[in-house]
């Protein structure tokens, strides 16, 4: 593997764009600090998710989501949940990126997006990150040059694309598990409140007797 500095194979931009809605500005959809901290990937199906809001026109221009790029929390309450990175894997119309956040756009000739987005996750990112954040108390941030001088190992492109390959398998494999356990515990739920009801009804019509006896 080769050491690069993450300023050598992408460029880093911090998102300005808040959650605010503006008359002079263009419709979007918002992908916040949140939804990019709790998901592995960004994918079209997650679009109705994010929230309404506005940019305008250098927003939209700099933080659109595109397929390959890298979003990155720079703020949290401690240093050691500080740097989370969800891929951007598909291309978004009206999908940016919301403040509290930086995008990351790889050079495509040096560093495939599913690899870094990978490589953000490991142990030795994790602990760049907590070492380098700034702050005390309740709040850490990550600067623009921290996260630039990041030392990223990259073996060749071709064996970047098969490890972010098998990492998006892993976890769209969690999430179709996530899928059919939220849909089990809801059929539990149905049946659970389908048996109780009739013996709910007869509490009812025992009260209704006795207030019709008295």
């Known amino acids: 593997m080769k050491k690069y500095r993450l300023k050598d194979i992408a460029t880093v931009e911090i998102s300005s764009v808040d959650k605010k809605t503006k008359e002079s500005e263009t419709n979007v959809r918002l992908c916040n600090f949140t939804d990019v901290y709790y998901n592995w990937a960004i994918t079209k199906d997650k679009h109705d998710n994010f929230m309404e809001a506005t940019a305008n026109n250098k927003e ?19 240093r050691y949940d500080i740097g989370l990175a969800t891929y951007i894997a598909d291309d978004f119309e009206d999908v940016v990126l919301g403040y509290h956040c930086a995008l990351i756009t790889p050079d495509e000739s040096k560093v495939v997006g599913c690899y870094l987005n990978a490589f953000l996750h490991s142990n030795m990112s994790r602990k ?5 954040a700034s702050g005390s108390g309740q709040r850490y941030t990550l600067s623009i040059q921290t996260i630039e001088e990041m030392p990223i190992l990259l073996p060749e492109i071709e064996e970047q ?8 398998n892993i976890d769209r494999k969690i999430e179709i598990n996530r899928a059919i356990n939220h849909n ?15 013996s709910r009804s007869r509490k009812w019509r025992r009260q209704s007797q006795f207030r019709s006896d008295t």
């Open 60 to 78: 939209i221009s700099r933080f659109l989501f595109k397929k390959g790029q890298v979003a990155l929390t720079k703020d949290s309450e401690t």
């Open 128 to 132: 760049y990150f907590a070492n380098s």
């Open 161 to 168: 694309k098969q490890i972010g390959k098998l990492f998006s």
């Open 184 to 198: 089990l515990r809801a059929r539990r739920e149905q049946r659970k409140n389908l048996f109780s009801l009739p």
